[in-house]
C-alpha cells in the first residue's frame, strides 16, 4: 500500500472503436474473460483504491453494466459514457468519481498485465508531485525525424516511454481535462497546464495492446 492518506479512485478508459485492432478489443475473450476484466481485476485487488469508473461507449453501456455485476466486489464499479475524445472519456470518468476521492489513478484498458503494486507506487507518487506516471526507461536511441530525415538524436539517458496509471491530484487532472488540447496522454495535459508529474518505473509486462501480436503475446501469457 502507498502511504498517502488520500482517497484514491480509477478511471478505465475502454470508449475506443478498435479501429487499428480491427474489432473492439476491451470486450474480445482473453482466455475465458474479456479483456477489460483483467485489467480491472489488479484494481479490485488494488488496497489503495476504493472505487472505479468504466468509461465505455454509449452503446456499450447497458452490456458493460450487466457483465460487471458478475464481478463480486465490495468497490463500487460504475459505467459512464465516454465523450469524442480521450480526454473527454477520462474527464467524464472523472466526474462519476465521488466528490471525496482526492487521488486518480487513469489506466489503459488495454493494459490487462498491470498488477497493485504499480498502481499503489503511482499513487504514492503523488506525495511529492501533482501527478505519477509508470513509465519505463527507453533501451533504444531515440531519433527524432521529420520527412525521413533525422532532425537530432534524442539523450537515451533522459528517456523514459510512458505507460498507464497516470495518477494524479483530482483538481489538477480535471483543470487539465478542461483544457481544449491535443495531447496523446494526461500527464502531457497536466505538464502543459503547468502541473508537475514524476515518474515510476513499470515493467515490460504492462504493455497495451494494439496489435494482433501483441493479442497473441498476450494470449500467451494467460496460457502459460
Same mark, same amino acid.
Given at each position: 500500500?502507498?502511504?498517502?492518506?488520500?482517497?484514491?479512485?480509477?478511471?478505465?478508459?475502454?470508449?475506443?472503436?478498435?479501429?487499428?485492432?480491427?474489432?473492439?478489443?476491451?470486450?474480445?475473450?482473453?482466455?475465458?474473460?474479456?479483456?477489460?476484466?483483467?485489467?480491472?481485476?489488479?484494481?479490485?485487488?488494488?488496497?489503495?483504491?476504493?472505487?472505479?469508473?468504466?468509461? +465505455?461507449?454509449?452503446?456499450?453501456?447497458?452490456?458493460?453494466?450487466? =457483465? !460487471?455485476? @458478475?464481478? *463480486?466486489? #465490495?468497490?463500487?464499479? %460504475?459505467?459512464?459514457?465516454?465523450?469524442?475524445?480521450?480526454?473527454?472519456?477520462?474527464?467524464?470518468?472523472?466526474?462519476?468519481?465521488?466528490?471525496?476521492?482526492?487521488?486518480?489513478? +487513469?489506466?489503459?484498458?488495454?493494459?490487462?498485465?498491470?498488477?497493485? =503494486? !504499480?498502481? @499503489?507506487? *503511482?499513487? #504514492?507518487?503523488?506525495? %511529492?508531485?501533482?501527478?505519477?506516471?509508470?513509465?519505463?526507461?527507453?533501451?533504444?536511441?531515440?531519433?527524432?525525424?521529420?520527412?525521413?530525415?533525422?532532425?537530432?538524436?534524442?539523450?537515451?539517458?533522459?528517456?523514459?516511454?510512458?505507460?498507464?496509471?497516470?495518477?494524479?491530484?483530482?483538481?489538477?487532472?480535471?483543470?487539465?481535462?478542461?483544457?481544449?488540447?491535443?495531447?496523446?496522454?494526461?500527464?502531457?495535459?497536466?505538464?502543459?497546464?503547468?502541473?508537475?508529474?514524476?515518474?515510476?518505473?513499470?515493467?515490460?509486462?504492462?504493455?497495451?495492446?494494439?496489435?494482433?501480436?501483441?493479442?497473441?503475446?498476450?494470449?500467451?501469457?494467460?496460457?502459460?
Amino acid at each position: 500500500m502507498s502511504n498517502l492518506s488520500l482517497k484514491a479512485g480509477a478511471v478505465v478508459p475502454a470508449a475506443g472503436q478498435g479501429a487499428r485492432f480491427g474489432e473492439k478489443k476491451q470486450f474480445k475473450l482473453l482466455g475465458r474473460r474479456p479483456l477489460l476484466f483483467h485489467t480491472l481485476t489488479s484494481f479490485l485487488e488494488c488496497d489503495d483504491i476504493a472505487e472505479i469508473v468504466v468509461v +465505455v461507449s454509449e452503446e456499450d453501456i447497458e452490456m458493460t453494466s450487466r =457483465e !460487471l455485476a @458478475s464481478f *463480486t466486489s #465490495a468497490k463500487p464499479v %460504475k459505467t459512464v459514457a465516454g465523450g469524442a475524445r480521450r480526454q473527454d472519456s477520462v474527464l467524464n470518468g472523472c466526474l462519476a468519481l465521488s466528490e471525496n476521492v482526492e487521488i486518480i489513478a +487513469v489506466h489503459d484498458a488495454a493494459r490487462p498485465f498491470v498488477t497493485p =503494486e !504499480l498502481i @499503489s507506487a *503511482t499513487i #504514492a507518487g503523488c506525495n %511529492k508531485a501533482d501527478g505519477c506516471i509508470a513509465a519505463l526507461p527507453s533501451k533504444d536511441t531515440v531519433k527524432q525525424v521529420a520527412e525521413n530525415n533525422i532532425q537530432r538524436t534524442i539523450d537515451r539517458d533522459s528517456t523514459w516511454l510512458a505507460q498507464t496509471p497516470q495518477t494524479f491530484h483530482k483538481d489538477i487532472l480535471i483543470n487539465a481535462l478542461q483544457h481544449d488540447m491535443v495531447a496523446t496522454d494526461e500527464a502531457s495535459m497536466v505538464e502543459a497546464t503547468g502541473g508537475t508529474v514524476a515518474v515510476t518505473e513499470g515493467f515490460a509486462g504492462n504493455f497495451k495492446i494494439t496489435t494482433s501480436e501483441d493479442w497473441q503475446l498476450a494470449e500467451n501469457i494467460i496460457n502459460d
